[in-house]
């Protein structure tokens, strides 16, 4: 089982729609959780970090579910512009020190 | 704030030549450098995690003699790709992490804009 995991999509959805996706990591000492934005041909950007009690930015709204293991994303409203590969990161230790891992990213498209 | 450069952006080399690749921290001081490859269409994969004034601690797979990674300073962190061969050809990708707690978050970490390499 990969260690971060996410259903690579594509995710088809109107302009105006709301849309999720879902992360689900293996290390149940992860303590830190992160949703990044990775355009075509680009590095990724951080979108938003995940707090265990939820969290929104705008039309994202981001939450955690400790127990099953998983972290989501939420968009509402869906812009042309939302259009973008979503990378989902979990920290992990080892003797390296803290790093992150991420997942395969998950592709949202957007149509007029 | 929280700005990482890398240079070059791209670059085309003939096979069996090296390649150097610099990445820094442009408004903060980065503790911990790391480097990631990415193929088309596939996620970040983590080759090495760099900590400044001791050597790189690499992921199992990636070969410490053929990626060459220095982190001289808290600011700047290079690769090179030693004998690159078109198999190399891939999107490479630093981040750095650091800063002051309160200013900027100590976990978090920022990219740069990653570097192409075409081995021809």
């Known amino acids: 089982r990969k260690e971060v995991e996410q259903d690579p999509g594509p995710f088809n959805v109107p302009e105006g729609a709301t849309v999720a996706f879902n992360c689900t990591y293996s290390?149940?000492?992860?303590?830190?959780f992160f949703w990044y934005r990775q355009d075509c041909r680009k590095e990724p950007k951080l979108l938003m970090s995940?707090?265990?009690s939820g969290n929104e930015d705008g039309r994202f709204t981001a939450q955690l579910n400790r127990a099953s293991q998983y972290i989501s994303l939420l968009i509402r409203d869906s812009k042309l512009s939302d259009s973008a590969t979503y990378l989902c990161?979990?920290?992990?230790?080892?003797?390296?020190?803290?790093?992150?891992?991420f997942g395969g990213g998950t592709r949202l498209m957007v149509k007029p | 704030g929280a700005v990482v450069s890398q240079h070059p952006s791209w670059v085309i080399c003939k096979s069996g030549t090296s390649v150097k690749i610099e990445c820094r921290s442009l408004?903060?001081?980065?503790?911990?450098m790391f480097w990631y490859r990415q193929f088309p269409k596939q996620s970040l994969m983590l080759m090495a995690t760099?900590?400044?004034?001791?050597?790189?601690?690499?992921e199992q797979g990636v070969e410490k003699d053929k990626f060459l990674i220095n982190h001289a300073s808290l600011t700047l962190s290079t690769l090179t790709v030693t004998s690159a061969h078109p198999e190399d050809s891939s999107f490479y990708i630093c981040?750095?992490?650091?800063?002051?707690?309160?200013?900027?978050?100590?976990?978090?970490?920022?990219f740069g804009p990653g570097t192409r390499l075409t081995v021809l």
């Open positions: 990161a979990v920290n992990r230790v080892n003797n390296a020190g803290n790093m992150l891992t």
């Open positions: 290390n149940s000492a992860s303590q830190s």
């Open positions: 995940v707090y265990s």
């Open positions: 760099s900590n400044e004034g001791s050597k790189a601690t690499y």
């Open positions: 408004d903060f001081q980065a503790t911990t």
């Open positions: 981040s750095a992490r650091g800063g002051r707690q309160g200013v900027m978050s100590t976990d978090t970490q920022y």
